[in-house]
DNA sequence: TCTGCAAAGATAGTAATACTATCACGAGTA
DNA sequence: TACTCGTGATAGTATTACTATCTTTGCAGA
């Protein structure tokens, strides 16, 4: 049996539905490649034009530019993300547990997911790491938020802050604790792989330190 | 009598040093602020020459490109603070009330610092905030290490992450939660202010709490 | 006072970026 | 048959990110 999953993006990020054409697939599946090979900086429409094999003119027909493709990978990025954790820890009954496995969700690589064969997750991982934040660092991140582009950032972390309160209903920081988690996931496996000399784990490079690091660091916080 | 703060900063970012001239001062006191006012991506160096009065070639003799200009300024926040965090400090001996001075220091706006002429501190805190990341998310953060670029934050995240030691030599990850404690008080900053959802400060807008957070956060991780 | 040199100003030019516009073509549909 | 939809092809513009060169200004030393 073959799966397909199906995530439903906000309209406004698009001019026109990527998921909807080949050449639409095509744009997502390449831009992930190119901007992790380039950085985002240095990652323009020309160049993914010239690696799909189409025109400059042929991409801003599904884009208006390059910092909204980077929203809507970065969202789609997080709505899978949630989807994820929620399908598995929903049949985890003893909320350290789930919350430790989400942590675990967060913090750690994935493999490609065979479902969605025009976006390579394990890639896209690693620009969400170098990239994300710059989807919302920007001038124009009130409207940006208004038009509801970080919707999914926020769905997932307000599912991470009940799994919290479920722990511990008296915690005073849920969300914030949850952003921590997420945002600390992302930048010590950043700085251990390029800066190691601002974390603890230079030296084995190992993403199950940073587990074992942002663990202590919740199950600490939320004790009773 | 009047006091003068100097740091010394990298030679290797710069072509010639802005603090020697009148030119160079402006060129960093000018770039504060209109980095601060349009944003990173949409600073340029012409609008920069026009706001100075002075051309794009005279911005280039001092700067590489607009991207060592935000390394250095960046870097010269680093200096600073860590410079008012050990000074402020020093007199302290009870290790938990030191650790709790500097987390203010790192957490807290800042007044602009008279001693320095040429920098508007109280702005520089908000492009670090804002724009601080993307002195490091590139792809040649690599080659910018070897330089030393990040020496400052490397220094002061030594520093933070001693007195932790201090407070618990027993503790595992003492830069590591250095590092959570500066970017947490950025990201959450910045959460407060423009994506109120992924913070629980969204209805005071207080720094104060992000302060009340982070002291919960990191003194309950390093109890014995 | 003359000489020299360094900082800054003035101007020009180039390749790339970030778009916008227009026209033409082929496939599927009504 | 006509129509429209997605795509391709091509052209053009303003801005960005530089580099180069030549001139002027001011001060420092002989």
Redesign the interface.
Known sequence: MEYSLNIKMNEKLFLRNPEQTDLGKNIILFSIQLIHE??F??FTFKKLAVAIGTTEAGIYRYFENKHKLLIYITAWYWSWLEFRVITYTENISDPIEKLRKAIKFLATSVEDDIRTSHVNESILHQIII??G??A????H??ED?QDQF?KP??DL??TIGNYILDCNPDY??????A??II??AH??N??MQ??P?????GKSKSESN?LD?LE??VF??I?K
Chains 1, 2 share one sequence.
């Open positions: 380039k950085g900086e240095d170098s990239e934040s710059k919302y660092l920007t001038k991140v009130t938020n970080f950032y926020k972390c307000a005073k920081y849920p969300r914030s604790l952003t921590t945002e600390m930048i010590q950043f700085f390029h800066l000399a601002l974390t603890d784990f940073i690091f202590d660091l600490h916080a004790k």
